[in-house]
């Protein structure tokens, strides 16, 4: 199996997230915790990424840190070419709303808010779509994370566990970013609906989406092509998983 290195060694490609040497430390100096210890990786434009550890292994601190929402204690972290410690707070929320799309674990929608207003809300500080644009945009983003269009009116306190997080990938999609980050987003689902929310995500790899998946099951990554491992803050192991991308579940 050739190492990622191996793998991109040969063309000139600069990679669209590189982490380097990435700290985070909590606590005070008598009671320290370090959640990550040297972390270093970087990912490519288009590859589907899982990262994969126990509860308490520092992948949803990475997360967060590649989400922009969080800071490293030290190391950097440059994005698309930028190093995110140097940009400012109006800079990282233009980030988080049109390059990066988030999807978690539990949702996070607005449980009395109708599918279409959950999903137009990364929309609202967008000044260059129409109110027929963007309610095209809602209805194409949902149809491509699977949701029926007949779902629009429905609160997603109405929908099942699949439907809100098919819900969530669609609000993550509206804004069209070029990275999916996504946090366990099959931990709260069956196994059969949570095949159906992976199928959403090689779908959004096929099309040219850079997929990052944080995840404790490594049936789940699986389904990636590249599998990162972290344990105790650190990675252990970082493999291609194959050279195709991932074909549907059956």
Partial sequence: MKTVAESFSHQD???????????????????????????????????FVAIVGPSGSGKTTLMNI????????SGTYTLDGELVSNLKDDELAIIRNTKIGFVFQSYNLLTR??????????????????????????EAVLQSAGLSLGY??????????????RVAIAR?????????????????????TGKIVINSFLKLNQEGR?????THDLNVAGNA??????????????????????????
């Fill in 113 to 138: 808010a109708t599918v279409e207003r959950n999903v137009r809300l990364p929309l609202i500080y967008s000044l260059v779509l129409s109110p027929t644009e963007r309610k095209k945009r809602i």
């Fill in 172 to 192: 993550a999609l509206v804004n069209d970013p070029s990275i999916i980050l996504a946090d366990e987003p099959t931990g709260n689902l069956d196994q059969s």
């Fill in 152 to 165: 629009l009116k429905n609160k997603s306190n109405q929908l099942s566990g699949g439907q809100m997080q």
């Fill in 225 to 250: 092509s590249r599998i990162i491992q972290i344990q105790d803050g650190k990675i252990i192991s970082d493999e291609l998983n194959g050279n195709e991308p991932k074909r549907k579940l059956t």
């Fill in 13 to 47: 490609i600069r990679p669209v997230i590189s982490c380097h040497n990435i700290v985070k430390k909590y606590g005070s100096s008598t009671n320290e915790v370090t959640v990550l210890d040297k972390v270093s990786f970087d990912i490519y434009s288009g590859e």
């Fill in 210 to 214: 850079t997929v990052v998946l944080i």
């Fill in 66 to 73: 590649l989400g922009a929402l969080d800071s490293p204690s």
